[in-house]
């Protein structure tokens, strides 16, 4: 979570921070205060820079294990393979099956193979890469902002288009920004600008 003075900490350190009854926690960095809001402190804003970071080390030993847990699609074979947009290990069938379905075949996915003869940093750089195509939901870790609120104005992701946003008309979030570089553009050509006045 992220304090007033832009300092991070997990969740469970502030949380041994406040002290019962106060409404503020003192940054143990800088001294500086932040006042905790009504709904505790869980409902501090998250680093999200430091959760992916956090998200990728774990992916990046997920895939360079000699020993990696069991394929996440059949919980039974051996991964051969690794998924970014899905987040999941995948054996030979489950990657052959996962790559032939067209709503899949777009996903950005590697061997493990690849992965373990890859540099850590260039390894880190297409995780990075494909993290950063679809950003991760504030309220769900574990899903990316794939669709757009059009009743709230705002990306969210799939668990959100079935629990808070239940009921909104969503779009996916790439036809959206499409929408948006369009009006912008449109907007802009309202506006003529000289080179003199820039």
Request: a neutral charge.
């Given at each position: 979570r992220i304090l007033s003075c832009l300092h991070s900490y997990c969740?469970?350190?502030i949380t041994k921070l406040?002290?019962?009854?106060?409404?503020?926690?003192?940054?143990?960095?800088?001294?500086?205060?932040?006042t905790i809001?009504?709904?505790?402190?869980?409902?501090?804003?998250?680093?999200?820079?430091?959760?992916?970071?956090?998200?990728?080390?774990?992916?990046?030993?997920?895939?360079?294990s000699t020993s990696p847990?069991?394929?996440?699609?059949?919980?039974?074979?051996?991964?051969?393979?690794?998924?970014?947009?899905?987040?999941?290990?995948?054996?030979?069938?489950?990657?052959?099956?996962?790559?032939?379905?067209?709503?899949?075949?777009?996903?950005?996915?590697f061997t493990l193979k690849k992965a373990q003869n890859?540099?850590?940093?260039?390894?880190?750089?297409?995780?990075?890469s494909s993290f950063f195509s679809s950003p991760i939901c504030h309220d769900h870790d574990d899903?990316?902002?794939?669709?757009?609120?059009?009743?709230?104005?705002?990306?969210v992701c799939v668990k959100c288009t079935i629990i808070?946003?239940?009921?909104?008309p969503v779009d996916e979030v790439s036809k959206q920004i499409v929408q948006n570089k369009e009006e912008i553009q449109q907007g802009l050509e309202g506006f003529p600008v000289s080179q003199e006045h820039l």
């Open positions: 969740l469970q350190c406040h002290v019962e009854g106060t409404t503020s926690i003192t940054c143990p960095t800088c001294n500086q205060s932040t809001p009504d709904e505790g402190v869980s409902s501090l804003p998250r680093n999200v820079r430091l959760s992916e970071e956090t998200k990728q080390d774990k992916i990046v030993r997920k895939v360079t847990p069991p394929c996440d699609s059949c919980d039974e074979n051996s991964p051969i393979a690794y998924c970014t947009e899905c987040d999941n290990l995948l054996c030979n069938k489950c990657w052959e099956y996962h790559q032939g379905l067209k709503l899949l075949r777009s996903h950005s996915s890859m540099s850590r940093d260039k390894l880190i750089k297409m995780l990075h899903h990316k902002l794939s669709f757009y609120c059009q009743q709230c104005t705002i990306p808070s946003h239940k009921g909104h």
